[in-house]
């Protein structure tokens, strides 16, 4: 095939297969000739659009030029990147996101200053900042990211709202993992890992009632709401109000008599299993959930990601809108927090399925996230 990229773009829909495309481009790399990758990219959304889904060619392609300048180390790859995603034909919040990934998932982070002096929106610096973040490194230590992450400018973005630093309860994030071909990432869902707590009728549940509000609802769901907006995902937000203190011996008595449309005849003729668990293990499932998406998407990535995982964490564990981080995770830690799960038909026991409650300090308080997608 030829070098060329106006016959590259112009034959591009009529191939069946985009392979020889992708040699091009490693050829290109390989000569120290990053610029090409990026025209490349460049012109092919300027003539097929982002958003001509029905063009599998164009995406293809374009996603393999953006993950390949992203994913291999230098200076130069990592110009071009920006400069690509950058561009005016292709920029939208969801690269940004995408872009900052992958490039903080490759290079080191030395390579990446450029991202705040050079070709990049303030969107891709927030999240590209927090990505770092994710993976340990020590953003308010690293010049030109340090300049730009501790300025007052960017104080009004949502992202700001994040601690700087990895807190206890984040422990060590999983991560996806992203060369030019693809990526991969785990899954922490499924039955509770912990000793299995029983529902024993013989324990004594106290009154309750349900206190939901929408915000409430809103909140606690943020970490599952891509499942339910761009994939096939159900959500099940709640919060109930207890006449007497909940022990931990009566949670899974009390989950079955809430009349949760996910535990719908859980306990009966259908496994139903409850296991205590720490809050940083909530936490991690609520990141995954939110990070890396359902059945049919590809989630908010990670700094958004963590900023949803942060939201729920908040509304599981009933802090203030607006606390600060070092608030919610006090709270968090102080609260009795379970996993869950049943074989009901409300769950579609495929891959992506979460149950997660919160016990308040005092014990009168109890709120529940159940969220299940399929493909």
């Known amino acids: 095939m030829a070098d060329g990229i106006g016959q590259i773009v112009a034959k591009l829909p009529d191939q069946k297969s985009v392979t020889d495309v992708w040699k091009v481009a490693d050829h290109h790399l390989a000569r120290g000739d990053a610029a090409f990758l990026a025209d490349l990219g460049i012109a092919l959304a300027g003539v097929y659009g982002r958003d001509t889904r029905r063009i599998w060619q164009y995406t293809s392609v374009f996603d ?14 990592v ?106 990432h785990s899954m922490p869902y499924g039955s509770p890992a912990n000793r299995a707590m029983r ?21 606690i769901g943020t970490a599952v709401a891509n499942w339910a907006e761009e994939s096939n995902g159900r959500i099940e937000a709640r919060v109930f109000g207890l006449a007497a203190p909940l022990v931990a011996e009566s949670v899974p008595s009390m ?78 830690r102080e609260c009795a927090w379970y996993g869950f799960s049943a074989d009901t038909k409300w769950f579609e026991r495929v891959a992506w399925d979460i149950g997660l409650a919160s016990v308040s300090p005092g014990r009168r308080r109890l709120a529940v996230l159940a969220a299940t997608d399929t493909d």
């Open 79 to 184: 110009a071009e990147a920006l400069r690509l995603v950058s561009s005016t034909e292709t920029a939208d919040r969801k690269l940004d996101r995408y872009a900052a990934s992958l490039l903080a998932s490759s290079q080191p982070v030395g390579e990446l200053a450029v991202a705040f002096t050079g070709h990049a929106s303030e969107e891709l610096r927030a999240c590209l900042v927090h990505e770092l973040v994710l993976r340990g490194v020590d953003v308010t230590g690293t010049p030109r990211v340090a300049e730009w992450a501790t300025s007052s400018h960017w104080r009004h973005h949502s992202l700001a709202w994040l601690p700087l630093a990895l807190s206890d309860v984040e422990g060590q994030p999983n991560l996806p993992r992203y060369s030019a071909r693809g990526g991969s």
């Open 64 to 77: 393999y030029l953006l993950r390949l300048l992203a994913t291999t180390p230098g200076t130069e790859n």
């Open 255 to 332: 989950l079955l008599g809430l009349g949760l449309e996910c535990l719908k005849g859980a306990g009966k003729k259908t496994t139903f299993s409850v296991a205590a668990c720490p809050p940083d293990q909530a936490w991690r499932v609520l990141f995954a959930a939110a990070s890396t998406g359902g059945a049919y998407n590809s989630g908010v990535r990670g700094a958004y990601g963590r900023l949803a995982a942060w939201q729920s964490l908040a509304g599981l564990a009933g802090t203030a809108e607006g606390a600060p981080a070092e608030e919610v995770e006090a709270r968090a």
């Open 199 to 219: 529902a024993d009728a013989g324990t004594h549940v106290p009154s309750v009632e349900e206190t939901t509000p929408q915000a409430a609802a809103e909140g």
